[in-house]
């Protein structure tokens, strides 16, 4: 195969595993932001930090997902006068 082949080839797969751990820490953070601990605390987790370099959690953090996830943890908290999120 040449080398130019195998190059695509290996970009391809590497972009696909790229995906899946993207999807992962991405419903990582949301499950953590949904059980009260600070979106800047979670992002800092070495679960995190060893899945993704700062461009792609950047890409994540935009992610509509996200921001809804910590926008109903900021409305529930100022609904119940509560915002004492956690570590």
Known sequence: MPERSRN???KFFDD???DISEERVLNYIIR????????SVVI?????RNRLDEKHLA???EKKEVIQAVEEELTQ???DHDFKFTE
């Open 8 to 10: 695509i080839i290996q």
């Open 16 to 18: 696909m595993q790229l």
């Open 32 to 39: 953590e932001v949904h059980q009260g601990r600070k979106l």
């Open 44 to 48: 800092q987790d070495t679960y995190v």
């Open 59 to 61: 890409k994540i953090l």
């Open 77 to 79: 908290a100022f609904k």
